[in-house]
């Protein structure tokens, strides 16, 4: 039986345990989620995001007493906990598609608004609209080289939106604009064009991912017969995994995701090429790359994976050195500690990748402890530190990794990642010993 989510059920708890703990702003987040109206579920979802966030900061301060409570009563308390956020995020979950059917359901004044939000923002709650079968909307898509930018409203789209679309595909000439409308067949989210729809289902469905965090199955049928489709999954989930405590499924795209998107694609080409053409600092650009994917998909930070492919964009536009030419290719060094820590983000970006693995794969177990899991397991990516510039954090790392359990458990059940992790750490102690 689910857990009432209560400030009452937490603190009655504590009070029948005889528990003294430091657990003020979980009793306030608690108190806030009590207080918080569900006619108005935009602030019963901030209600419900505080409480979510502040259960894992309660355990880990329970870890530190571990010894004190006993394994018994640990283990009890940390039940309770794990219990009232598994229906926290139940709760949650609700409480987001409550925001999202007010949003759809909402006439937006400013709609008319000549603003790159008509992309993204603006278009979410058209995008869940269309979900009833019966709603057909208005489609104006953009294609330039490989960018492509779609935009549906409810209203025929006027020509002057095209050059918002242009500037989404980051294009000043060659723009390719295709009308037509849209609507939601068979969980298909189903564009039908006024020219031909060849190569559009895959390009269409990317952008609406780019532009809203949305994912869709999508087809596309042009005016000469001709259907295109693309993607095997339905629905709004974000790329990346982040288990039970994942950023809204299908959340508008903000500014700084737009921006960091944008920034990508005009990097991708030449990041690729840089790649194949063996460039000398490949191991810096696939350590610069896997750390903004990290922070984007994993952590949702788009300002900083935007400095990370702001420092990849200026590694690139460096003049090339190569061995045997300008500084000596076998000196020691600002170099080397660079190559260091270069090949700790590469290890601790591979470790991560496998980690969210390993959760997507508990998630679709939907076992009673999966929630616990996920947790521990997010946790774990938040403790291993990117930039280690100290003798002091790296010395922790070496410790944690070799004597976290969580750690352990992956690495006999699923992927040993410690040990790539602490040969990297060990090369990045020698060089910042020297």
Known sequence: ??????????????????????????????????KADESKP???????????AQIPEQVKGLVKRKKELGDKRFGEVKDKLYALLEEAEA????ARAAVAAAAAAEKDDDEEADTPALLTTKMVPLLRALRDGKTRMHALICTAGKNTAVLVMRK??????????AEAVDAKSGMKYVVGECMFENKTLTFTVQSSGSQLAKRVRQALLDQTGMRFKVKVTGDDGVEEHDGDDEGDEQAGVQGSRSAPSGGPASAEQVAYVQRLRKLR???????????????????LMGFASEKADGQKDYVAASRALESLEKLLDAPVTRAGSGSASGSSGAGDADDAVAGWQVARTTAVASLKSVASKVAAARHASSARAIVEINELMKKLNATPDRQQQVAELQRYLREDAVVSDICE??????????????????????
Do not use: C, N
């Not at 009452?8 to 009793?27: H, N, R």
């Open 1 to 34: 039986m689910a857990e009432k989510l209560a400030e009452s059920t937490w603190t009655g708890f504590v009070k029948k345990q005889k528990l003294e703990l430091d657990d003020k702003p979980l009793v306030k987040a608690l108190t806030a989620f009590d």
């Open 156 to 165: 025929t789209i006027p020509a002057s939106r095209r050059k918002l679309l």
């Open 91 to 94: 709760l949650q979950k609700k």
């Open 269 to 287: 080409e030449r990041y690729d090429q840089a790649l194949k053409d063996q460039h000398p600092e490949s191991t810096k650009l696939r350590a």
């Open 42 to 52: 935009e602030a019963r979802l901030a209600a419900l995001d505080d409480v979510v």
């Open 413 to 434: 059940l699923a992927e040993d990642i410690r040990s790539p992790m602490l040969r990297a750490l060990d090369r990045l102690q020698t060089q910042l010993t020297a």
